[in-house]
Each structure stands twice: as C-alpha cells, then as structure tokens.
C-alpha cells in the first residue's frame, strides 16, 4: 500500500465542489481510502479535485476516420461521406484504436459507454490493460429493408457474444435509420434484459423533415441508397410519435444527441420513460451540424443528462473536458458542479458502475485535477492534470 493525501482548493464531492476537502488514497490501487474535513498538514493543491471522467457517448471504431470528413455537411452528408470513405478503406489497423483508446485514457476517461456494429473493438474490448478506459458497449443495429431483420439481429448479437458478459447490449440506431420490424425485435429483446440501450434522437432538422414532410436531404440520402419509395412512417408525422409507442416504457433508454428536441417531446418523455437518460455531444453537433443541444432546457432533468464525444469522424478530438467547455461557455446558467454531474456522476450510475463518477471511499474513480479555471467556471484554458 502507498498512502496519499491530497488537499485540493476544491473538491466535487456528493455533488458540490467544496472546499478544504482531504482525500486519501492508495497510490498502487488506485482505491480512496477516506473523504474527509480533517485539517492537517496536506498543504492545498492549486486546481479542483474531481473524479475520473466517463464518455457516454462514443464510436471507437470510427477512430480511422480522423479529419476525413469536412466539417458542417450536415446529417445526410456526414453519413453519404462516412459510407464512401469506408467502402474505400478496408484496412481498419488496431493500433489506431489503441492509440484513441490511449488518448480518452490520457485525457481523464476511465469508462466509455461505446457504439459497436462490428467486431473491430471487441478484441481490445476484451482485454484489462492499463492505460485504457473500461468499455460498455451498444451493439448497434440498423436497416430499412424488412427481410434483412433476422441478418441484422444475428449479426448484432455475434458481437454481442464476442464481448465480455454484462458489458454489452444490442441497441436501435436511429428512427429514421431501422424499419418498425427490426424496432420491435431490438425492443423485444431488450425487454428481456436490465441493461442499458442506445438510441440517437433528433439529432438533426434533416431527421424531424424527413418524418414530417418526406423530404430534405435526409430524404434524398435515403432514396439515393434504395429507399424508393421511402417506407411509409416517412412524410406524414412527428418522429416521436413513430419510435416512442415502438421502445420499451421500462428500459434504460440513454437518447443520445437530442439537437432538436422541442419541449413537448422532453416532457413526454418525462412521463412515459421513467429510466430514461439523456446523453450530449456538443462538439460533435457543432462540427457535423453548427448547431447545439437545447441543454438549458436539459436542467430540469438534471440527474438523467450525460455527456460523450461521438466520434473522430465527426469530431475533432475525444475529450469530456473539450465537452465541458463548450458547455461552459453557451451555457453560462449551468453551474459547474452540474456540469461534472453530468460528466462523471450522472454515467456512472446509469452504467451501474458505482465504482467510478465519485469521490468516496472504497472507490476507484481516477483523480484529475482541473486547473485554469475562471470565475469557478471550466474556462477554455482550463487543463487537467492526472492525479489517478
């Protein structure tokens, strides 16, 4: 055992930063020893002490595409670019997932909650090595054609059985992406299981067009990729009113992106999903869409929001503190002990990991220390520096 103490100008503790907060803890094990106000000679450390951050939202596989697709071309042209550039690349080098795996590491994560459709990761998934963020993994499924859903669901859950047990679910894509079938059979079979799904939601003005009128560029996509016709939930309705009445009332719903909720949705689902979560990516919105996620109106479900990277296709790096600046600076009216909530909390428990996201004794959460902040705002020349 190597003892340490460390006294921090501020602490994020039970959901407050506070201040003259002495935390103990073994140095090999990684483990807090004890949470305390006792004064003694720990002299204060410049920076707040928080907990390891968690990246609930993220596309490891992707890692590849790193600045190969131009930034702002909206929904329908980040998907016709990412389907282009990977049916040019087939070489998918492990050691690039490693490297991104490394970096989030680097960067203060210690668990992602990660999107699979294939079986890229799950090697990397599978292993305990140091130096990289423990992993929950989506096993992500989509498809319009209803006769490929029993190809779709047996591919989904071959990663699925590739990765650790408990570590992994089989989720929905998107609404404008999967057929009521394949909807049903994903909701059928997570009604079976108490694990968390995935499901990314209004992410764009291109997805509420194509439900509501049929056309815009997500329509046109759609059509260009054999979509012609396009399947009749499209052109006449509201894209919740198709996918709520088709998830599962009980489960634990992560809704990921959420650019273009409206108010009547956020409370509609209040109401009829009762675990649901809430997960933002602002640096990815900016950079696919220039636009970002209603997270002042989010404030009222503040123990339910979550924040992720997406991924280096369509973001520039893959960092929660790159997340929290974004944050931070739109939105001036949240405070900042939410925005850690929200970043290292709130994850931890809707991934049932109560070993992380929190500063107490007996866990294994990681230290950071933030430093440069401003005002007791996270500034954009706020750094971390490593503690665990």
Known sequence: ????????????????????????????????????????????????????????????????????????TGMAGFIRNLIQIRSQTHDIHDDVLLQAAHDMYKNGIRAVADISNDHSTCLLKSNSASGIPEFFTFCETFGLNIEQVPTKIQTAQNVLQALPPGKASISWHAPYSMSPDLITAITQLSSHQSLPVSLHFMESKEEIQLFASGDGPLADFLKETGADPLPPQFGNSHVADFILPLLPKEARIVFVHVTELDAITFDRIRQEFPNRAWCL????????????PPADMLMQDAQNVMIGTDSLAGNTDLCILSELKILSQQFPDIPTHMLLQWACTNPANFLHMPHLGSISA???????????????????????????
């Open 1 to 72: 055992m190597k003892v340490q103490k460390i006294r921090a100008e501020k602490t994020f503790v039970q959901g407050e930063l506070l201040p003259d907060i002495l935390v103990t803890f073994d140095a090999e094990t990684q483990t807090i020893l004890e949470v305390s106000d006792i004064h003694d000679e720990t002299p204060i450390t410049t920076g707040w002490l928080i907990p390891g951050f968690i990246n609930m939202h993220c596309h490891l596989e992707l890692s590849y595409l790193k600045a190969k697709i131009p930034p702002r």
């Open 362 to 388: 007996g866990n294994t959460p990681g230290l950071l220390l933030l430093r440069q902040t401003h005002l007791d705002r996270i500034s954009p020349h706020t750094q971390i520096k490593t503690i665990l």
């Open 281 to 292: 990516c602002p640096g990815a919105n900016l950079f696919i869409h220039d636009t970002l």
